[in-house]
């Protein structure tokens, strides 16, 4: 059959579209940017005929209707991979639950059964002359998602990018259910300015890289502040191999600093999983071949990071203790993002030769009552979920340095950690690790 006849005859509107989810249905919307925002408005119109409809997401940059028309969850439950400023909102009311996950192995929930999907629905570029459309800007484990799933609509914007992928990176017409065109805009999250303060957390990293490096930058103001300090130094010839691209990397490339020459695999492409950023980024990504899409699974693969040598990875983090134990995804038992990418990056960059990975924090903060609280803990007390266990701990910086783990005995990592502690805290912190028995009789204070 002809693709543009075979599109024709699939062609939906949305509230067509989606009355092929039935009572207690798994729907899936995919990672970030791939959001089917068309359809979930749709589905959302849906809400007093449907019951017990399981909604799965990650990242979301925009309300979700589903929620927003089901205030009293009656028919919907959002279920969230990893979450973004929205989905703790929701976390935050009750009204959306979290689903822990390794992004390395998020794909094999999906193989496996774990993660079921009945419908996905997922946003696509426009189709090409072969039938095919691209995933865009959302390689991640889209393909394992549609693998999974009975049936798929796919939602097609003309403002996604067509991005190139190592693999998974396009499905064709003649795979999926139902096509809905769409004119909503392309989810979008441009990095937030960096702070004094995330300039002096980057500064105390920037000493570590070097040129020819291959670099992994996470999402917010401190990766920010770093781009911004090697996108005006001297270093040259830097590679990209990322989770998740960001404003960040567009800077980088901008000045020239990302050529992906000296990178011993992929030479000449910079590599990504996600991409969440500006119109702009999304504008540069566009039928750029010098940058590819690759799954989850193989990015975040320590077999993969670990044969790019000179590798840098810089990720945040929330709160350390004096174990050397590190939290990224909780306050208490808040849920904040996931672990996400993080340890995955923490093994594989240690596996690479002269891999170096940077854990970044504030040293301290202000609480909603205006007190000054430690990011650095004797301990971990109130639930906050462990993101790096004290093991593979790596490089961890603040403000006042940065100080690496690795090997390193209780009674030593106690003393790095302190040392670059809030000084207004640093005495408290000495006497909990005696306390503890994790402090050298004879150190000197």
């Known amino acids: 059959m002809d693709v543009y006849r075979e599109y024709q005859a699939k062609l939906r509107s949305p509230e067509q579209a989606v009355q092929i989810v039935k009572d207690g249905d798994w729907v899936d919307y995919s990672h970030c940017c791939s959001f089917p925002a068309a359809l979930d408005k749709a589905l959302a119109g849906r809400r007093d005929e449907l019951k017990n409809v399981n909604v799965r997401g990650s990242v979301t940059c925009r309300p979700v209707q589903v929620l927003e028309q089901d205030p009293d969850n009656e028919t919907f439950t959002y279920n969230v991979w990893h979450c973004s400023a929205i989905d703790r909102k929701y976390l935050d009311q009750g009204r959306a639950y979290h689903q822990p996950m390794l992004f390395r192995n998020c794909g094999s929930y999906y193989e496996r059964g774990f993660a079921p999907v009945d419908v996905a629905m997922i946003t696509v570029a426009p189709m090409d002359r072969q039938g095919n459309f691209s995933f865009g800007l959302t390689n991640c484990c889209q393909q394992e998602v549609l693998d999974a799933a009975d049936h798929i609509i796919l939602e097609v914007n003309r403002d996604m990018p067509v991005v190139y992928g190592v693999a998974n990176d396009h499905i064709h017409i003649s795979d999926v259910d139902w096509v809905v065109e769409s004119d909503e805009p392309i989810s979008a999250a441009p990095g937030r300015p960096a702070s004094e303060l995330d300039k002096k957390i980057a500064a105390q990293i920037f000493p570590y890289l070097h040129d020819g490096m291959t670099l992994q930058l996470g999402i917010g103001g401190m990766p920010n502040a770093l781009g911004e300090l090697i996108a005006e130094s001297d270093l040259k010839d830097l590679g990209m191999h990322a989770e998740i691209m960001s404003d960040g990397y567009l800077k980088l490339y901008q000045s020239g600093k990302i050529t992906n020459k000296k990178k011993p695999l992929q030479r000449g492409k910079g590599v990504f999983s996600v991409c969440l950023g500006s119109k702009e980024l999304y504008e540069f990504l566009h039928c750029n071949q010098g940058i590819l899409s690759a799954p989850m699974y193989y990015v975040n693969a320590a077999e993969t990071i670990r044969q790019l040598d000179d590798f840098i990875s810089i990720n945040s983090c929330i709160a350390v203790d004096l174990y050397g134990q590190v939290c990224a995804e909780s306050v208490g038992t808040r849920q904040i993002s996931g672990t996400g990418g993080q340890l995955d990056?923490?093994?594989?960059?240690?596996?690479?030769?002269?891999?170096?990975?940077?854990?970044?924090?504030?040293?301290?903060?202000?609480?909603?009552?205006?007190?000054?609280?430690?990011?650095?803990?004797?301990?971990?007390?109130?639930?906050?979920?462990?993101?790096?266990?004290?093991?593979?701990?790596?490089?961890?910086?603040?403000?006042?340095?940065?100080?690496?783990?690795?090997?390193?005995?209780t009674w030593q990592r106690a003393e790095a950690l302190i040392s670059i502690a809030h000084p207004d805290f640093r005495d408290a912190l000495i006497k909990a690790a005696e306390k503890q028995r994790i402090w050298r009789r004879s150190n000197k204070r």
């Open 345 to 409: 990056f923490v093994t594989g960059t240690y596996m690479a030769s002269h891999g170096k990975a940077f854990l970044a924090m504030p040293s301290m903060y202000f609480d909603a009552y205006g007190v000054g609280r430690s990011n650095i803990l004797p301990k971990f007390t109130d639930g906050d979920i462990i993101t790096t266990p004290r093991t593979q701990t790596p490089y961890v910086a603040t403000e006042y340095g940065a100080v690496n783990l690795s090997g390193l005995a």
